[in-house]
């Protein structure tokens, strides 16, 4: 195989996304690293056949799959056992799944010949059950109890059941569904060549009840704002992630600058011999008193460079205490309550400090609205009688920050007054004959092509966007070719959540022999690229993404998602990002951001509900406030309408959803398709025509348009 540039380039940032992203959760007895002694490789027993058969990708076929068997045989400093590794690939060819017999298994040799030791588990994105089956619970007892440094892998799409196992290990690693590249990355991070600096995007609970508690009814409380809100025990709290060093804030200060919230930070690597990596989080308490809220949630944050010991990195972060307000369904407006708005930072959601305090002494509108859906019968949950999750010395410093609160005037903040479109008019002025090249030349109006359009050319181009068969085989689909007619060019579009889903080996439909091979990178899936919480990390891999579209000819990509995860039960967990919204919309926006370098981007909602029901405050303030980031930061070319019913209205283009929030409210200014059906009611032509607009703006930036025009 003939590697090219692009290949061998996009590969590498396959690597650093993977080393990147992957949580240390647990380092007791210096299990961790695996560093050689003498200069003779430190002897590994390996255990459990994901070690051959890991789970990389979650549709992306990749080109250059790197187990964690061979991960770790490639490794300078580790040395899987010999006899171990053989045993698993003989089962792994003759088996296929399943584990060999623990009675199969010589532990007590291993523990013998090898100083530590490795379980790997394993779930595929299309098979992710969170409990540990009987064989995987006996294996990691014996494998435990035989030796005293065992590190536990897990190599799934999320969070797994392990907290009555974690006691007999000594450390453990969520690897996640990393990409191609994923063994060499966990090799590198096992053996101390690359720093663990991931930080879980998802809370994890002791028992995957906890889930079920928490997703009992549809409301703003899931993962750690219910967890740490109704102070349930975790086994890992939301952000939480180990590294071989340790980073200290040493300074900190919050301040308020007119209607922006600043918070300065000082961290520091207080450790002597290891390189850091930290990620500095900023979470809110709002006032209680008129309206139940989490405890806590994460405003915003960011993460250091590599900072060697003893160095340290002063961040900055500001945000506009807007931000700081809530949705009041009554008024259909957002508002801050009067009363103390704390601001905490720390490392994690269990470990942080009261900082800064904000006063607002009456009740301020930010932003008047107008309602999107029905009232239904469910509110949101009560913390009433509820204490939330506690640490010595919190109520001190919330009283010592209260004495020097800063005062926030009602002159400091903007009341804004959203402007809603009417009825768009349709489109006139039209003229045969006119093509896209002359729009894109400056001859005619968009507005006068689109006229010209008979209604069964608009419904083609409207209705059955990516329902065509695409020209890249593997492609999930193509819009409409109206090149004829009107010198509209079919573009191609591509799912995987995990980089460029297409076939691999292209052949001759009548011979089949192999015509060429699209050799596509794969990349972590989204549930492992959030714990990284790294921007750059994040563009780069979705730039790495738009240059094999590019290369494919494929036009749009169709992965991004904004979905917040609420319990790991959903199929669609691996293709999501985390269960904060501000971390899932900033995630999916740097994702696009980086596509958009080189092609385009459709953001997208993943979830496999038919039909949920929740209030508008809930819909805003949760499940929408991901979108609305990736839509103002990420700019997304189109926007894939879920099939999907929120309290009983089907999500179309003439639902106030889209047609009020997405449009008016966001400002954007995109285009919007469905896989179904894209309007609830029988469009009129207005309506045809002012999606037709918007879908024609879209293929004048695309690619393809390039391509046929030149």
Known sequence: MEQTARMTENSQVALEAAAGSMVLLKNLNHTLPFLAAEGKKLPVA????????????????????????????????????????????????????????????????????????????????????????????????AVGAAFPRTVLVLNSPGYMDIAEYTPMVTAVVFMGLPGQQGGAALADLLTGKAIFC?????????????????????????????????????LYPFGYGLSYGKSVMTTYSVGLDDATVTVDVTIENASSVWPVREVLQVYFSAPEDAVSRPVYTLDCFAKTGVLQPGESECLRLAFPVSELSRYDTSTATWRLDPGYYDIRLGFHSRNTTIAGSILVPKPLVTRELRPCIERPSETVRSRKGAKPFSYPGEAEERASVRKHAMRLSPRQVTSWITRY??????????????????????????????????EHDLRALVCSFGSSQPKVPGAWGASADLWDRYGVPSITICK???????????????????????????????????????????QRVGAAVGREMREFGIDLW????????????????????????????????????????????????????????????????????????????????????????????????????????LYDEWGYDGMAFASGELFARFPSRPMLEQAALRTLRMILDSEAFRRAAM
């Open 198 to 234: 991931g930080k879980l995007a998802d809370a994890w609970p002791v028992s995957l009840e906890q889930f079920e508690q928490a997703a009992m009814q549809t409301d703003l409380f899931s993962g750690y704002r219910f967890f740490d809100t109704f102070n349930k025990d975790v």
């Open 46 to 141: 390996v255990f459990g056949a994901g070690q051959v058969r890991t789970a990389l990708s979650c549709g992306v076929e990749p080109w250059k799959p790197v187990n964690i068997l061979d991960g770790l045989c490639a490794s300078t400093q580790a040395e899987p056992d010999g006899l171990l590794a053989r045993k698993y690939r003989n089962f792994a060819l003759e088996q296929g799944n399943g584990e060999p017999e623990l009675a199969s298994l010589d532990i007590p040799g291993a523990a013998e010949r090898c100083v530590a030791a490795a379980i790997v588990i394993t779930r595929t994105h299309d098979h992710y059950n969170c409990t540990l089956t009987p064989p995987e619970q006996s294996l990691i007892r």
């Open 558 to 661: 169709l992965a991004p998602s904004a979905t917040v995860h609420r319990s790991p039960d959903s199929s669609c967990y691996h293709g999501s990002f985390s269960e904060d919204p501000v971390v899932a919309g900033l995630c999916a926006a740097w994702l696009i951001q980086g596509c958009q370098q080189h092609a385009m981007a459709a953001l997208r909602h993943v979830e496999s509900t038919v039909e949920v029901t929740l209030t508008e405050r809930t819909l805003r303030e949760y499940d929408l406030q991901g979108f609305e980031i990736a839509v103002a930061l990420g700019k997304p070319k189109a926007l894939l309408a879920p099939s999907i019913a929120i309290c009983g209205e089907a999500l179309s283009l003439d639902n106030r959803i889209l047609s009020d929030v």
């Open 421 to 454: 479109s009417k009825k768009f008019p349709g489109c006139r002025g039209g003229k045969q004959g006119i093509r896209l090249s002359d729009i894109y030349e400056g001859k005619y109006d968009l507005r006068q092509l689109v006229a010209a359009m008979d």
């Open 496 to 538: 995987g959540c995990d980089g460029v889903r297409v076939e691999r080996d292209v052949r001759d439909e009548e011979t089949g022999s192999l015509i060429r091979r699209q050799y596509a990178t794969s990349f972590p899936a989204p549930s492992l690229l959030a714990c990284s919480f790294d921007s750059a990390l994040i």
